[in-house]
């Protein structure tokens, strides 16, 4: 079932989309050689707590993960690229880290990731990085009422194409509102025209993700981090996005004069 979300709830979205977006940035200041992944998740969790929020991973078990996931922050280093689970791992330099966060405000869900070079970057680990950015973005430029949302997927897939990266379908896009995953699934590769009509009141979470050489995935033996199966590198971006009468409002982008409010 597809609930629309009236203004105010969209609104209400908006505010745990401004913090994740604040918890990110923060993150991504954080992420440097030395630092563990377990720092960044013990950081995070004190965010959360002092924000009065609710981490949206703790306690997560779904289907295709080995029980609960109890952290609250995705994070997945190099060929690693989703629902990687944070350990005891030391970032170490030209180390590329994607960072996956989900919480719950007052009752009302936002999601969004994004991925960084720690310390000296390759220029393949931007061209990568830079693509998943450029996915999103013309995925959220399709997120207008009246388009279908086989126009968002065929928008992911047209710029992985154009990159030269191949695309996985198992996992992508959803649904979100009161709860992290609600319908519908948003593909990263489909045919433009196809599909569910968007209106006004969906929001969703836009997620495209890539591997240099392949689209087939493998998990540790954690029973949560996927990797590409080849071992190449990956990077992944998302945004909580609404659909509004006018401009698709992307509620998990943080304006450059925000605080971090905790």
């Known amino acids: ?84 689970l944070p350990h005891d791992y030391t970032l170490r330099d030209g180390d590329v880290l994607s960072a996956d966060l989900a919480v719950s405000v007052d009752g009302w869900v936002a999601d969004s990731a994004r991925t960084v070079v720690v310390g000296t970057a390759a220029e393949e680990d931007l061209r990568i990085i830079r693509a998943t950015e450029e996915a999103l973005e013309a995925a959220i430029e399709m997120a207008r009422p009246g388009n279908r949302l086989g126009d968002i997927s065929a928008a992911i897939w047209a710029v992985a194409h ?69 071992g190449s590198r990956t990077a992944h971006s998302e945004h909580t996005v609404a659909i509004t009468e006018d401009a698709p409002l992307v509620l998990t982008r943080r304006e450059p004069e925000d605080p971090v409010k905790v």
């Open 162 to 230: 154009d990159y030269g990266y191949p695309v996985n379908t198992e996992f992508g896009g959803h649904g979100l509102g009161r709860t992290m995953h609600e319908e519908p699934h948003v593909s990263n590769k489909g045919r433009a025209g196809r599909g569910l009509t968007l209106r006004p009141g969906l929001t969703l979470a836009l997620e495209p993700w890539f591997a240099r050489t392949t689209d087939r995935i493998v998990y540790d033996a954690d029973g949560w981090t996927i990797r590409s199966a080849d």
């Open 1 to 84: 079932m597809i609930e629309l979300k009236t203004p105010a709830e969209i609104q209400r979205m908006h505010v745990a989309g401004r913090f994740v977006a604040e918890v990110l940035s923060e993150v991504g200041q954080l992420a440097d050689v030395g630092v563990n992944l377990l720092d960044l998740e013990h950081h995070v969790r004190g965010m959360i707590k002092r924000c009065g929020a609710e981490s949206c991973y703790w306690d997560y078990a779904p289907s295709f993960g080995r029980g609960p996931f109890r952290n609250v922050i995705c994070l997945s280093v190099n060929d690693a690229v989703l629902h990687g």
